[in-house]
């Protein structure tokens, strides 16, 4: 019995050496949202082709996409054509949020590389990032027909992202509509 | 001994003539000097969170940028110290808190020092009792009368 | 074609200590003294082969050669030459390379200094030793080898060395950190060697001792460097983060001091054995998990080197074959060691063991802090994070304890001391201490504060002990001068060591209930004054360095009106990696610091900058120093010194091995 205590360091070292072991393959990349299933925040800002103000109520009906993009960012670049084509077919709804930029370099951005967005509001001091819990641009988000964010996505929404993570997705929220 | 003590943190300072620096500078106005001290406690407390590992006052441009600018905000609008740190929860959750909230799944790691303390207390007792009673390198009653036994045969044979 | 035969001697070294690993170990257990005496020869070769290592890289750096992968990656043809040595620790596979080579000095130290060991033990622990090497660099082959090539297209030039690395602390710091962490191995296969041989006795601690320290004088050195780095490089004043990478050497320190004293226990008293064996196999424990960390992506840094799973898992399973093998032996070889003697609940065995144990769960406390994040994002998902309000919360207080019971230590008596003798010696010490603690704060700086009257009357009631201790020692004597030099280097080196420590707290606490900071936003000409100092802002000017380019401000600063001196602080681009950096300007100086950090230029001309006024900052590296001097004092003590020489003597006149220690 005197004896078990000395086998108290090996055993503390075994369930120490198993969580090292899984904690290996935890990703840690990612923030995860802390709004997921929340409503969208409340905002007023200025559309950037007009200055229009534009408020959570001018959103369209849903699901639609938010995408924080700007004339910056690089990875903003490699996800364009997805959300080209999702335009063009008119898949699915996509309003930006042009992210700390601006105005001038977002509407050339715009004009060369083309306009996927149903329309982008202007956030250029970040408060509407900062109160979606954004980090850094790009990010997507997934709102539903409540006005409720149900999946961020955050770094490039390239095909792969958009078959395997939002179409599905997507298809749950109608689902749940019906 | 002293001496060299003295000439290495005197060689010391003179290499330290320069250094470089990754924090930011803000410049930020405050009306006490009660908010200046708030403002860097909890831009010091609060994480970055795009950074490896920084705090917000250590880190440039970004997010931490723009979350020091609303801390200094809502301080000058009057907000307290728990409105603020909620309003950062809100958004970021617990990542962006460098002192953890205790809760239920954090119990064991507030008041496991403490636990770790009494069991370590109680190991100490426990030596302690045992070297108390115990008779290491001491004989006892009866090894100490074979003891006398072997000596006398010892001499009785070396007559 | 050199790097290949930096490839080549790698893979000699990696045979020659799997040899060292094997055959002496197996000779010991045999009794095969041929098998025995091949140990010191090996471990000679792996030495050499590893310095050869060593050298190649070090060529490659130094001639450009960007064939070579890792000297692509971490130099550049811009670089000065000082750091294009010092980028072999500059990036994972190098810095591995080192730490191997270092790992082979110790061993080759190892063989030198042990000649008046028995033959058996010396095999064992060199065989323990060439294990951890063969382990190290078939990690190396296997995974992090810094001899790939980038054939065959070499890139024209490198990607350069970060430039937070281009700095004197980085030439300084690794090496000494690496020194102190692979040190402990040294130590832990004494330990093994010693449950191997079944022999563990006061002998053994003593052979343990200067080993101990020594690793331990170069981890100090290491963490303190660490520090001071820290300091000046984040421009903030931070001297400790918390990071989970400065962490684990810090749990290996807090482990490492444990067993220091505890090993002192075991020589003089013969108890404590195999707790003292047990810290030994946790303080190596601790250096592999500090390379686990660092290494294997498994905790977000700011200095985490690689996210590679592959070498986490490679890592992680030697950790579990040596740690995981090592506490198997323990818990079957243990049990059978016996104490020598005993004590009473109130000894100075007590209140080592109390340090011990405080200093354990130091360790413990840090070691939950830095994994818990991991823990909790494996349970729940979600993440968390855990910085220094935490481990301010935890480590200090304990700290606080651990320094009471450092008052205690040394001036009480073995086996037994009074309670009316501790009272006698040390009721006027805690009382001034505590008077000190209040009242000079207060007449100072006309303010009580909680946290400084404590930190301060720590410090008195520590350095009032040592003088109490020192004065009894040397009160009787004629000459009380000649005393105080004759008393033994052991006994020096402790006391100035743990007046390092009132040192140390002195600086940690004023520094940081007193520190002061201010950002502006100055034009040229205009001044702000912060504390007793006023600094002037006086326009910049372009400035251009070997690999970089940037503006230099100049800022005058005066104390109470009078001129002090002028501070040069930096904004600089590197040219290679264009990534900016600033060179804040310090004046440091033995009660205080001042700095200047640039922040952005504006076209107006003027520029944002913080202030900062540090008071008794150095004193937390110079506490270090003296722990360092205090450390190596005690490893020169004569007795290890003329033990060594009469036990030389001794194997030479009787030619026959010596005499076998008391088994356990």
Same mark, same amino acid.
């Not at chain 3, 207080?397 to 651990?402: F, I, K, Q, R, S």
């Not at chain 3, 002990?465 to 030099?485: E, F, T």
């Given at each position: 019995?005197?004896?078990?205590?000395?086998?108290?360091?090996?055993?503390?070292?075994?369930?120490?050496?198993?969580?090292?072991?899984?904690?290996?393959?935890?990703?840690?990349?990612?923030?995860?949202?802390?709004?997921?299933?929340?409503?969208?925040?409340?905002?007023?800002?200025?559309?950037?082709?007009?200055?229009?103000?534009?408020?959570?109520?001018?959103?369209?009906?849903?699901?639609?996409?938010?995408?924080?993009?700007?004339?910056?960012?690089?990875?903003?670049?490699?996800?364009?054509?997805?959300?080209?084509?999702?335009?063009?077919?008119?898949?699915?709804?996509?309003?930006?949020?042009?992210?700390?930029?601006?105005?001038?370099?977002?509407?050339?951005?715009?004009?060369?590389?083309?306009?996927?967005?149903?329309?982008?509001?202007?956030?250029?001091?970040?408060?509407?990032?900062?109160?979606?819990?954004?980090?850094?641009?790009?990010?997507?988000?997934?709102?539903?027909?409540?006005?409720?964010?149900?999946?961020?996505?955050?770094?490039?929404?390239?095909?792969?992202?958009?078959?395997?993570?939002?179409?599905?997705?997507?298809?749950?929220?109608?689902?749940?509509?019906? | 001994?002293?001496?060299?003590?003295?000439?290495?943190?005197?060689?010391? @300072?003179?290499?330290?003539?320069?250094? @470089?620096?990754?924090?930011?500078?803000?410049?930020?106005?405050?009306?006490?000097?009660?908010?200046?001290?708030?403002?860097?406690?909890?831009?010091?407390?609060?994480?970055?969170?795009?950074?490896?590992?920084?705090?917000?006052?250590?880190?440039?441009?970004?997010?931490?940028?723009?979350?020091?600018?609303?801390?200094?905000?809502?301080?000058?609008?009057?907000?307290?110290?728990?409105?603020?740190?909620?309003?950062?929860?809100?958004?970021?959750?617990?990542?962006?808190?460098?002192?953890?909230?205790?809760?239920?799944?954090?119990?064991?790691?507030?008041?496991?020092?403490?636990?770790?303390?009494?069991?370590?207390?109680?190991?100490?007792?426990?030596?302690?009792?045992?070297?108390?009673?115990?008779?290491?390198?001491?004989?006892?009653?009866?090894?100490?009368?074979?003891?006398?036994?072997?000596?006398?045969?010892?001499?009785?044979?070396?007559? | 074609?050199?790097?290949?035969?930096?490839?080549?001697?790698?893979?000699?070294?990696?045979?020659?200590?799997?040899?060292?690993?094997?055959?002496?170990?197996?000779?010991?257990?045999?009794?095969?003294?041929?098998?025995?005496?091949?140990?010191?020869?090996?471990?000679?070769?792996?030495?050499?082969?590893?310095?050869?290592?060593?050298?190649?890289?070090?060529?490659?750096?130094?001639?450009?050669?960007?064939?070579?992968?890792?000297?692509?990656?971490?130099?550049?043809?811009?670089?000065?030459?000082?750091?294009?040595?010092?980028?072999?620790?500059?990036?994972?596979?190098?810095?591995?390379?080192?730490?191997?080579?270092?790992?082979?000095?110790?061993?080759?130290?190892?063989?030198?200094?042990?000649?008046?060991?028995?033959?058996?033990?010396?095999?064992?622990?060199?065989?323990?030793?060439?294990?951890?090497?063969?382990?190290?660099?078939?990690?190396?082959?296997?995974? #992090?080898?810094?001899?790939?090539?980038?054939?065959?297209?070499?890139?024209?030039?490198?990607?350069?060395?970060?430039? *937070?690395?281009?700095?004197?602390?980085?030439? /300084?710091?690794?090496?000494?950190?690496?020194?102190?962490?692979?040190?402990?191995?040294?130590?832990?296969?004494?330990?093994?060697?010693?449950?191997?041989?079944?022999?563990? +006795?006061?002998?053994?601690?003593?052979?343990?001792?200067?080993?101990?320290?020594?690793?331990?004088?170069?981890?100090?050195?290491?963490?303190?460097?660490?520090?001071?780095?820290?300091?000046?490089?984040?421009?903030?004043?931070?001297?400790?983060?918390?990071?989970?990478?400065?962490?684990?050497?810090?749990?290996?320190?807090?482990?490492?001091?444990?067993?220091?004293?505890?090993?002192?226990?075991?020589?003089?008293?013969?108890?404590?054995?195999?707790?003292?064996?047990?810290?030994?196999?946790?303080?190596? *424990?601790?250096?592999?998990?500090?390379?686990?960390?660092?290494?294997?992506?498994?905790?977000?840094?700011?200095?985490?080197?690689?996210? +590679?799973?592959?070498?986490?898992?490679?890592?992680?399973?030697?950790?579990?074959?040596?740690?995981?093998?090592?506490?198997?032996?323990?818990?079957?070889?243990?049990?059978?060691?016996?104490?020598?003697?005993?004590?009473?609940?109130?000894?100075?065995?007590?209140?080592?063991?109390?340090?011990?144990?405080?200093l354990v769960v130091a360790a413990a406390s840090v070691l939950l802090g830095t994994l818990f994040p991991m823990v909790y994002q494996a349970i729940t998902d979600n993440l968390i994070s855990i910085g220094p309000?935490?481990?301010?919360?935890?480590?200090?207080?304990?700290?606080?304890?651990?320094?009471?019971?450092?008052?205690?230590?040394?001036?009480?008596?073995?086996?037994?001391?009074?309670?009316?003798?501790?009272?006698?010696?040390?009721?006027?010490?805690?009382?001034?201490?505590?008077?000190?603690?209040?009242?000079?704060?207060?007449?100072?700086?006309?303010?009580?504060?909680?946290?400084?009257?404590?930190?301060?009357?720590?410090?008195?009631?520590?350095?009032?002990?040592?003088?109490?201790?020192?004065?009894?020692?040397?009160?009787?004597?004629?000459?009380?001068?000649?005393?105080?030099?004759?008393?033994?280097?052991?006994?020096?080196?402790?006391?100035?060591?743990?007046?390092?420590?009132?040192?140390?707290?002195?600086?940690?606490?004023?520094? #940081?209930?007193?520190?002061?900071?201010?950002?502006?936003? /100055?034009?040229?000409?205009?001044?702000?004054?912060?504390?007793?100092?006023?600094?002037?802002?006086?326009?910049?000017?372009?400035?251009?360095?070997?690999?970089?380019?940037?503006?230099?401000?100049?800022?005058?600063?005066?104390?109470?009106?009078?001129?002090?001196?002028?501070?040069?602080?930096?904004?600089?681009?590197?040219?290679?990696?264009?990534?900016?950096?600033?060179?804040?300007?310090?004046?440091?100086?033995?009660?205080?610091?001042?700095?200047?950090?640039?922040?952005?230029?504006?076209?107006?001309?003027?520029?944002?900058?913080?202030?900062?006024?540090?008071?008794?900052?150095?004193?937390?590296?110079?506490?270090?120093?003296?722990?360092?001097?205090?450390?190596?004092?005690?490893?020169?003590?004569?007795?290890?010194?003329?033990?060594?020489?009469?036990?030389?003597?001794?194997?030479?006149?009787?030619?026959?091995?010596?005499?076998?220690?008391?088994?356990?």
């Amino acid at each position: 019995m005197q004896r078990l205590k000395f086998f108290v360091p090996i055993a503390v070292f075994l369930i120490l050496g198993v969580l090292l072991w899984r904690g290996l393959y935890l990703e840690t990349t990612e923030l995860p949202s802390v709004l997921i299933n929340k409503p969208l925040p409340e905002f007023e800002l200025e559309n950037v082709y007009d200055n229009q103000l534009v408020a959570k109520e001018d959103l369209p009906e849903g699901p639609f996409l938010l995408n924080v993009w700007g004339s910056y960012c690089l990875p903003c670049l490699a996800e364009h054509p997805t959300f080209m084509r999702l335009s063009e077919n008119e898949v699915i709804p996509i309003v930006g949020i042009n992210y700390k930029d601006q105005q001038d370099a977002a509407l050339d951005w715009l004009e060369t590389n083309g306009d996927p967005f149903a329309f982008s509001i202007m956030d250029h001091d970040g408060r509407l990032g900062i109160d979606l819990g954004v980090y850094g641009a790009p990010e997507t988000f997934l709102i539903d027909s409540n006005g409720v964010i149900r999946y961020r996505h955050v770094s490039v929404l390239d095909e792969q992202a958009w078959q395997n993570i939002f179409v599905p997705a997507i298809e749950e929220l109608e689902s749940e509509e019906s | 001994m002293l001496r060299l003590a003295l000439i290495l943190v005197i060689g010391l @300072s003179a290499l330290n003539t320069a250094g @470089s620096a990754f924090a930011q500078v803000d410049t930020f106005e405050f009306e006490t000097e009660e908010q200046q001290q708030r403002f860097r406690r909890l831009s010091n407390e609060l994480r970055c969170p795009m950074c490896q590992n920084t705090n917000l006052s250590g880190s440039t441009g970004g997010v931490a940028e723009d979350l020091r600018r609303e801390i200094h905000r809502m301080i000058m609008s009057g907000m307290s110290d728990q409105e603020i740190e909620q309003f950062m929860f809100e958004r970021y959750g617990d990542f962006i808190f460098y002192r953890p909230r205790l809760r239920a799944e954090t119990v064991l790691l507030w008041f496991g020092p403490l636990i770790f303390l009494l069991v370590g207390g109680l190991v100490v007792f426990s030596i302690v009792k045992k070297a108390r009673t115990s008779s290491a390198g001491t004989l006892s009653e009866e090894e100490q009368q074979q003891l006398k036994e072997l000596l006398q045969e010892q001499s009785a044979d070396n007559q | 074609m050199v790097p290949e035969f930096g490839q080549f001697a790698l893979i000699l070294a990696f045979c020659l200590s799997v040899l060292l690993a094997t055959l002496p170990i197996v000779g010991a257990a045999r009794d095969n003294a041929l098998w025995m005496s091949l140990a010191r020869p090996l471990t000679a070769g792996v030495f050499v082969f590893l310095s050869v290592c060593l050298v190649v890289l070090g060529y490659a750096f130094v001639t450009d050669d960007f064939s070579v992968q890792f000297v692509a990656n971490h130099s550049n043809t811009l670089l000065p030459l000082q750091y294009k040595i010092t980028a072999i620790w500059g990036g994972h596979e190098g810095s591995f390379l080192f730490w191997t080579f270092m790992l082979s000095f110790w061993m080759l130290m190892v063989s030198i200094f042990s000649r008046s060991l028995p033959m058996d033990f010396v095999a064992r622990v060199l065989g323990v030793l060439g294990f951890l090497a063969a382990g190290y660099i078939l990690f190396m082959i296997a995974t #992090s080898n810094p001899f790939d090539r980038v054939l065959p297209l070499a890139p024209r030039d490198g990607a350069d060395l970060n430039s *937070a690395l281009q700095d004197i602390a980085f030439i /300084l710091h690794p090496p000494t950190l690496y020194m102190g962490y692979v040190g402990f191995s040294v130590v832990f296969a004494f330990a093994i060697a010693a449950l191997l041989s079944g022999r563990l +006795d006061a002998a053994w601690a003593r052979w343990s001792r200067p080993w101990a320290n020594m690793a331990w004088v170069w981890l100090t050195g290491g963490l303190a460097l660490g520090s001071w780095w820290a300091y000046y490089e984040l421009g903030w004043g931070g001297w400790w983060a918390w990071d989970p990478v400065e962490n684990p050497p810090l749990i290996t320190w807090l482990l490492g001091t444990a067993l220091m004293h505890s090993l002192a226990v075991t020589e003089k008293r013969g108890v404590f054995k195999s707790w003292t064996v047990l810290l030994a196999i946790l303080a190596f *424990a601790g250096s592999l998990l500090g390379t686990f960390i660092t290494r294997s992506g498994l905790l977000t840094s700011v200095h985490a080197f690689a996210s +590679d799973p592959t070498r986490g898992v490679f890592i992680l399973g030697f950790i579990a074959l040596t740690v995981g093998g090592s506490l198997v032996l323990y818990a079957l070889r243990a049990p059978l060691i016996r104490n020598e003697s005993s004590f009473s609940p109130i000894s100075r065995e007590v209140f080592l063991l109390t340090n011990n144990i405080l200093l354990v769960v130091a360790a413990a406390s840090v070691l939950l802090g830095t994994l818990f994040p991991m823990v909790y994002q494996a349970i729940t998902d979600n993440l968390i994070s855990i910085g220094p309000p935490y481990f301010n919360a935890i480590f200090v207080p304990l700290m606080a304890l651990l320094v009471v019971a450092l008052g205690f230590g040394p001036i009480s008596r073995w086996k037994k001391t009074s309670t009316a003798y501790l009272r006698e010696q040390l009721t006027m010490v805690a009382i001034a201490a505590v008077a000190l603690g209040v009242i000079l704060p207060l007449v100072i700086t006309l303010e009580f504060s909680l946290t400084v009257t404590i930190g301060v009357s720590l410090a008195f009631w520590l350095v009032f002990a040592i003088a109490r201790d020192v004065y009894n020692k040397v009160a009787n004597k004629a000459n009380r001068w000649q005393a105080l030099r004759g008393l033994p280097a052991n006994y020096l080196g402790m006391q100035l060591a743990h007046f390092g420590v009132a040192v140390m707290i002195v600086g940690v606490t004023l520094t #940081s209930s007193f520190s002061m900071e201010k950002s502006v936003l /100055l034009t040229p000409g205009q001044a702000i004054d912060l504390g007793d100092y006023d600094f002037q802002f006086n326009g910049t000017q372009p400035i251009t360095g070997p690999n970089y380019v940037g503006d230099e401000a100049t800022i005058l600063v005066s104390r109470r009106g009078e001129f002090m001196r002028e501070l040069h602080p930096e904004k600089r681009i590197y040219i290679a990696s264009n990534s900016p950096s600033t060179e804040m300007a310090i004046d440091s100086g033995f009660f205080r610091d001042l700095f200047v950090t640039l922040g952005e230029g504006r076209e107006s001309g003027a520029w944002s900058m913080t202030l900062y006024v540090k008071p008794f900052v150095r004193w937390i590296w110079l506490g270090a120093i003296f722990m360092v001097i205090g450390g190596i004092t005690t490893a020169l003590d004569k007795r290890y010194r003329k033990l060594l020489v009469r036990d030389q003597l001794r194997r030479e006149t009787e030619k026959v091995p010596p005499a076998e220690p008391q088994r356990v």
